[in-house]
């Protein structure tokens, strides 16, 4: 069965500190994003891409970068981790047809921890 | 632009009992609207979503919601609570292609009493 899969589940790391959650997919999905979920929040997107080579800013980017090389995974990387990034991350994926009500998959969330 | 307002950060019913939980949207395009269920330190699973095709929509595990385009609505509704029920909800909207990024409301958690 086609899945999307992230890891690590869960991560502690320290303030300064590089970090790169994946995310993988089998669906042969080209939208696939990542959210963070947020106490009061709801999920916010933090980067998108439609294709490989693609990738788009999402409403709380800052700290964050993505790249996609190839159509099944999309790392997301916290260039210099903060407190404030404390939080569970979310993949997704999605189909891209046009006019299609398309539902996105999730991965099954990365918590991390900024200490 | 889009945007979703759930309108009951928490809701309460004893099992048994309807359960509604409400959801209004924004959206500048013809909107596709989502359904979510987030049980405890679990991903989101879709319960159900609106295609179009019908105004009232069926999802898994009893679930339905309405959409009403005059009141820019799709609440939420379950003939009866199971205790399984309990849960984070989230409604979602997508603009009007499929290119369009997923937009959450704020989720509304379920407490199911016996």
């Known amino acids: 069965d086609a899945e999307i899969t992230q890891s690590p589940r869960h991560k502690i790391t320290e303030t300064g500190r590089q970090v790169t959650l994946a995310c993988h997919q089998t669906w042969n999905h080209n939208n696939m994003f990542w959210y963070r979920q947020d106490l009061g929040h709801g999920l916010r997107l933090i980067h998108y891409s439609y294709g490989v080579q693609d990738t788009n800013k999402g409403e709380v980017s800052d700290g964050y970068s993505v790249s996609r090389s190839n159509t099944e995974d999309l790392p997301l990387t916290l260039e210099s981790a903060a407190s404030s990034q404390t939080s569970v991350y979310f993949c997704a994926s999605s189909e891209k047809i046009a006019g299609a009500n398309t539902e996105a998959f999730f991965g099954q969330g990365t918590r991390l921890t900024v200490v | 632009a889009q945007s979703v307002t759930q309108l009951d950060s928490h809701v309460s019913v004893s099992e048994g009992t309807p359960v509604l939980l409400r959801c209004n949207y924004s959206s500048s395009y013809s909107p596709s609207l989502f359904w979510y269920v987030q049980h405890p330190n679990k991903g989101l699973q879709l319960l159900l979503k609106y295609t179009s095709a019908a105004t009232l929509v069926k999802g898994i595990n009893g679930f339905e919601a309405e959409f009403k385009k005059s009141e820019t609505s799709f609440h939420l509704t379950k003939p009866s609570a199971h205790m399984s029920d309990a849960a984070e909800y989230f409604c979602?909207?997508?603009?009007?292609?499929?290119?369009?990024?997923?937009?959450f409301g704020q989720g509304t958690i379920l407490t199911v009493h016996p």
């Open positions: 979602v909207v997508r603009g009007g292609t499929s290119y369009g990024k997923l937009t």
